[in-house]
């Protein structure tokens, strides 16, 4: 979405790779003064060589819908925070202005073929997860119903943690009202259909970039930036 809002083709496969081959996907933006730097890492327990291998200015952090017991997922946290402070000091001695966003994660809704509008009604759509009885066989499995408690777990920890620059782009209060335009035809209630409602995350990643960012701090990024990436179709007979 970020990339493709930027007038920047991608490769969805890009991702596979990424997870396969453990490593960072890179992109230019803005006529190459930007790179946009992915990383597929369900769990985020690679945080430290994906900084390592390209060093960030704005770093963005989300675990998807990859689902840990509360506390395996809390000592996964409280490890990446140490690293993500240990980047904003490293940011600070390179005289750099960095700035840290964590994403919450939004559920599938079961059923979700039933619906063809956005609803606007937060406690509607909170009872719809919330319901196992809503759920089959299959997506019972997924522990969409653990999403807002753990969201709410995650950030609190983060919060507590007093980072400097840090903000929520909080993906659960605005999707969680969008049971519409999921993959349903595929029988699939989680994943989105492109383009659309995953657009706003990076609506209000401009907000905030624009807002606490300054010229002189986007002119104090790295001066060399990383190559692209090519996407390597042999290599996706590997990874499949």
């Known amino acids: 979405s970020l990339l493709q809002l930027n007038g ?10 990424s997870r396969a081959l453990q490593t960072n996907i890179v992109q230019q933006i803005c006529d190459g003064k930007t790179a946009v730097v992915f990383r597929r890492d369900d769990k985020l327990q690679n945080l430290t060589e994906s900084i390592k291998q390209h060093f960030p200015t704005v770093l963005i952090l989300n675990r998807g819908a ?11 946290v409280r490890q990446n925070i140490r690293i993500v402070r240990k980047w904003l000091n ?3 001695e390179q005289e750099l202005t960095c700035h840290f966003f964590w994403r919450t994660s939004v559920p599938g809704h079961p059923g979700c073929g039933n619906f063809t509008t956005p609803v606007n009604d937060l406690k509607a759509m909170e009872a719809l997860v919330a319901n196992r009885s809503n759920y ?18 995650v950030v609190k920890e983060f919060q507590d943690a007093d980072l400097q620059n840090f903000e929520v782009i909080d993906a659960y209060v605005l999707n969680i009202l969008r049971p519409d335009e999921h993959r349903a ?21 401009l907000h905030y970039l624009k807002m606490q960012r300054s010229k002189d701090d986007v002119r104090r990024q790295p001066k060399v930036l990383p190559a692209n990436s090519i996407y390597d179709w042999d290599e996706k007979a590997n990874t499949g």
Do not use: M
């Open 185 to 205: 035809h595929q029988g699939d209630c989680l994943h989105n259909c492109y383009p659309g409602k995953i657009d706003v995350y990076n609506q209000l990643l």
């Open 90 to 92: 490293e940011c600070e």
């Open 66 to 76: 990859h689902y840990s017991p509360d506390d395996e997922l809390l000592a996964n």
């Open 8 to 17: 920047v083709t991608t490769h969805q496969n890009f991702q596979h790779q």
């Open 136 to 153: 089959d066989k299959r997506s019972i499995k997924f522990h969409w119903y653990d999403f807002q408690h753990q969201n709410e777990l």
